[in-house]
């Protein structure tokens, strides 16, 4: 291990290592940033949503958008897989179908930094319980 | 470097792994490997998440679910099922004590919902063992900034205006006792940390140490630095050996990474840690005895002044402060005095680390905002009382401290409040006692403790508790007197009043607090020769109900003292002069004809 000089080389050490535990500073606090959930049962994979999930962890980073990628299983739409499904921070989750990397890319773009809504779209068909 | 999707965090506090935490390590780790998720998830060793009654703990990042009561062979479905799939294991879920419904994660647990975690709050979310984790958490910032961008004055500024006061019991203001150190002319000073954890069931310095060390030592070197110290030495008993562990491992990354040693931060300001190894003895928590016993002397208080801050380790300035408090400054450095002040009551600032214990569904550690009520802690973050039985009463402060009732549960708790209701902070133990308590035996119990780990040095405190203890047992017998409840007051006045040092001057508040608040159990014991709560076996008498007894000879045969007599198929009767109260004949009794009274 080196020595750490001064301040700023410690700041800018502190800046580097921040992706060791970024996922869980996002985590800590889930319903300020927007959660992107990507349904990866069998089904969703076998429809892609690996790359789609791989896409958005790295665009997000790449894009600087605050959100949090989150792997889960299956969430009813086989006929419409990949599915994902984004809850803006204070707003109901609305759920994408049919997504490709082409869409995805449209998803961040519009959608989680703007609201603007994009095609896709699932209408809701049912309640979550906390 | 690896951009994991998942984290897998392990709680690897001493609790945790005494339940084989380290097995669920590797066996996760294995699973990984197995499917070729090594670089997908990653299993992070982390400090105690506070939630001990149900442990081991498995955390899996980023959906928060909150893993409960694993086991090694839990890891398989873990992997294939959550990791793989998406799919939570439910059976692992935490279930929530008073709807009995499954909660999926942290953020919508009760036990952590009142919570605001300042000293704990790397507990259960970094790796201790590895530096960049802390680093990238800010650890040593507040040192950089205070070196760099500080006097030594102004950061004492700040952590008096924070209002931050003694986390060890004391209570006393952290940036006073800073300041008069400072002042003290000396060529060589030192910066104790009082680790020394003594009361029974307390271990929130141990979780700090081995959860999250670097911000000690953090907060250790900016404390020498505002007194002109370059000499750390933390007192932690020996009887903490994963506690010593991690603060070894963090000083020598620490030591590697120059953020101690010589020249921090090229700042030429130098500093070192070195431990100091107690063998438990509780008196050793009061700090002149602490500061002999790391001279190498008996541990034994003495009288103050003078203070440890004029003359104190080896005769040179020194400042005692207890680990939490030690946890609690760097965050104050960064966040500013004014966010930390504007948490808690109005003279207790801040938040206090609590350890939860006792007829409590979530046994564990928690972190409290000051000023919050101690309903909210037992029902609201505790669950609740245990099965369902009735709240009686809650020990705050160990064994120095008291019983406060039910009429205190919308007391908010702060270090005022909690004395001017008869009890103390303490270094924040709570024992949650129910209705099959005695609190009179609470009393004698809590005696017990003291009489034992009295120093003997001055006489108030070595024959007052002995007397003391003989009085409880002597009520307990069924032998006490109304002059004896006169005697156990006015002797314990007399102890709190001429004892030498904290551990002889606050030892009967167990029993003036149970006193006052269960004046009426006392009485039973002495005049109607009773205990509500049956606790009491001198006082228990079995009877057998001649109407419901068959005559079946059962209860004659299992008795071990042939107290038992009677004709097959008549009623039997017990002598109460033979009895030894041992209950054998109430349990073997098929046909519930024997009763206690």
């Not at chain 1, 060791?20 to 940033?33: F, T």
């Not at chain 2, 400090?47 to 899996?60: L, N, R, S, T, Y």
């Not at chain 2, 504007?342 to 046994?363: D, R």
């Not at chain 2, 101690?374 to 401290?401: H, M, N, W």
Request: aromatic share 6%; charged share 25%.
């Amino acid at each position: 291990m080196n020595k750490i000089n001064n301040l700023a080389d410690l700041r800018k050490m502190k800046d580097d290592l921040q992706n060791k535990i970024n996922l869980r500073v996002k985590s800590d606090s889930p319903d300020a940033i927007v959660q992107i959930k990507v349904g990866m049962a069998t089904s969703g994979i076998a429809s892609g949503a690996k790359e789609i999930m791989n896409y958005f962890i790295e665009e997000i980073e790449k894009r600087n958008v605050e959100a949090l990628v989150i792997q889960v299983g299956d969430m009813g739409y086989c006929y419409a897989e990949p599915t994902v499904e984004i809850t803006r921070p204070g707003e109901d989750p609305v759920v994408f179908g049919y997504v490709t990397i082409d869409r995805a890319d449209e998803i961040i773009e519009k959608y989680i930094k703007n609201g603007e809504l994009v095609e896709g779209i699932i209408p809701a068909n049912y309640h979550s319980i906390d | 470097m690896n951009k994991y999707k998942m984290h897998l965090l392990v709680c690897g506090g001493t609790g945790c792994k005494a339940s084989q935490s380290n097995q669920i390590v590797e066996q996760l780790n294995a699973e990984l490997e197995s499917h070729g998720l090594e670089d997908e998830a990653k299993v992070v060793v982390t400090g105690c998440f506070g939630f001990c009654e149900q442990g081991p703990i498995v955390k899996v990042i980023p959906d928060n679910t909150f893993y409960t009561q694993v086991k090694p062979e839990d890891a398989k479905e873990i992997i294939e099922e959550h990791i793989i799939k998406g799919r939570k294991v439910h059976r692992l879920l935490y279930v929530d004590p008073t709807n009995k419904e499954s909660v999926s994660d942290s953020k919508h647990m009760g036990f952590y919902q009142k919570q605001i975690r300042i000293a704990l709050r790397n507990c259960g979310f970094l790796d201790p063992e590895d530096i960049d984790e802390s680093i990238a958490r800010d650890a040593y910032q507040a040192l950089g900034k205070a070196l760099m961008e500080m006097t030594p004055q102004e950061v004492i500024d700040v952590i008096k205006k924070s209002g931050l006061r003694g986390r060890g019991g004391g209570g006393f203001p952290t940036g006073l006792k800073w300041e008069i150190a400072a002042k003290q002319a000396s060529d060589q000073k030192y910066v104790v940390c009082n680790a020394d954890e003594g009361d029974p069931g307390a271990f929130m310095d141990r979780s700090v140490l081995e959860g999250d060390p670097h911000t000690v030592l953090e907060a250790m070197a900016i404390c020498g630095y505002t007194m002109g110290a370059d000499k750390g030495l933390i007192y932690i008993r020996a009887e903490y050996p994963l506690a010593i562990h991690r603060l070894k491992v963090a000083i020598k990354q620490a030591m590697e990474y120059g953020l101690l040693g010589k020249d921090i931060l090229g700042t030429g300001f130098n500093f070192d840690i070195e431990l100091r190894y107690g063998a438990g003895a509780f008196v050793c928590g009061e700090e002149t005895a602490l500061l002999h016993s790391m001279e190498g002397h008996r541990g034994e208080p003495t009288v103050k002044p003078p203070f440890p801050a004029e003359s104190g380790y080896l005769g040179k300035p020194s400042n005692v402060n207890n680990v939490e408090t030690f946890a609690s400054v760097p965050v104050i450095l960064l966040k500013g005095a004014d966010w930390f002040a504007s948490i808690g009551s109005e003279k207790s600032k801040g938040t206090k680390v609590f350890a939860l214990a006792g007829k409590i569904n979530n046994v564990g550690l928690i972190e409290v905002p000051m000023g919050i009520t101690l309903r909210e802690v037992i029902y609201e973050i505790g669950g609740g009382i245990k099965d369902g039985k009735k709240f009686k009463a809650v020990q705050t402060g160990g064994p120095s401290g008291g019983c406060l009732t039910e009429k205190h549960l919308d007391t908010p708790i702060d270090f005022d409040n909690l004395i001017a209701a008869g009890s103390m902070m303490g270094s924040g133990g709570m024992i949650v006692m129910d209705e099959d308590d005695c609190m009179v035996s609470i009393a004698k119990f809590f005696l017990e403790f003291t009489v034992e780990e009295s120093c003997g040095k001055c006489s108030p405190c070595r024959i007052g508790n002995k007397r003391l203890h003989e009085i409880l047992t002597k009520i307990t017998e069924g032998k006490g007197t109304m002059e004896d409840l006169e005697l156990l007051k006015n002797l314990s006045g007399v102890i709190k009043d001429t004892s030498l040092c904290g551990l002889g001057q606050t030892s009967p508040n167990p029993v003036l607090s149970t006193l006052a608040n269960f004046w009426d159990e006392y009485v039973e014991h002495v005049i109607d020769k009773k205990c509500r709560a049956g606790k009491c076996t001198a006082l228990k008498k079995y009877i057998i109900d001649a109407e419901a007894c068959v005559g079946c000879t059962a209860c004659a045969r299992v008795c071990p003292v042939n107290a038992i007599s009677g004709e097959r198929k008549m009623p039997h009767e017990i002598n109460q002069d033979i009895c030894i109260k041992c209950g054998a004949c109430y349990d073997k009794c098929k046909f519930s004809a024997i009763f206690i009274k």
